[in-house]
């Protein structure tokens, strides 16, 4: 069955440090990748996708995420974090075969030291 | 900027009763989904909506659970008679095409 995992449940860095937020995938074909960022209170905002092509793709707000199918992984990155990067973010891939829906990993709550 | 939005902000009910919860997706969006965040818990897939069809609806979305698009604009959840467990945040989604999915607040969901 399609799942994705996000190893780490909360993850703290202090702002200005850089950032790597774990995505693995199981998924039997090339899947849809998806970041979405959640503040408090609020819904799912997109940070960035992936459906084919340049393995590195660049999304809102200075994030960036790699695709790599040998690891079946979908890794989030930021160099350098803002104390108002901190959210909940969760991944997500899409399943166009069953009515293209996503499935999302249970999310990494990131807090930013000052 | 195009957003998703939904009504109310937070719903509250007795067990048993009732609700619909309203989603006014993205205006040009073909494609629409419902998605439920027990607290705590991962984000869940409901039901997914194409040329006025189910396309795809998980396990959780029994027979309690309806889909309508009444008029051109609105997409809704409705719940025929809501059990404690039902309590959780529901957020729509809308999408052009079968592709990025754009979400919307949620609404917040209490059953008593």
């Known amino acids: 069955a399609q799942s994705v995992t996000q190893p780490d449940i909360h993850i703290t860095v202090s702002e200005g440090a850089s950032l790597e937020l774990r995505c693995n995938y199981s998924?039997?074909?090339?899947?849809?990748l998806f970041w979405y960022v959640q503040s408090p209170g609020q819904g799912l905002q997109l940070l960035l996708k992936?459906?084919?092509?340049?393995?590195l793709v660049q999304g809102i707000k200075g994030f960036e995420a790699e695709f790599k199918r040998s690891q079946s992984s979908f890794n989030l990155r930021k160099p350098s974090v803002h104390w108002s990067d901190a959210a909940e973010y969760f991944c997500?891939?899409?399943?166009?075969?069953?009515?293209?829906?996503?499935?999302f990993g249970a999310g990494t709550i990131l807090r930013v030291k000052s | 900027e195009p957003e998703v939005t939904q009504t109310p902000s937070h719903q509250v009910t007795q067990m048993g009763q009732e609700v619909i919860l309203r989603c006014v997706p993205i205006?040009?969006?073909?494609?629409f989904y419902w998605y439920r965040q027990i607290l705590g818990q991962k984000v869940e897939f409901l039901v997914s909506?194409?040329?006025?069809?189910?396309?795809?609806k998980s396990e959780i979305f029994d027979d309690q659970f309806s889909v309508e698009r009444p008029d051109g604009s609105n997409f809704t959840l409705k719940i025929r008679s809501t059990k404690l467990e039902d309590s959780a945040m529901y957020f729509c989604?809308?999408?052009?095409?079968?592709?990025?999915?754009?979400f919307g607040p949620g609404t917040r969901l209490t059953v008593l």
């Open positions: 997500a891939v899409g399943l166009k075969e069953y009515g293209n829906k996503l499935v």
């Open positions: 909506f194409y040329n006025n069809e189910i396309s795809e």
């Open positions: 989604a809308s999408s052009e095409l079968e592709d990025t999915q754009y």
């Open positions: 998924y039997g074909a090339t899947p849809y």
């Open positions: 205006s040009n969006h073909l494609y």
């Open positions: 992936y459906f084919s092509g340049d393995t």
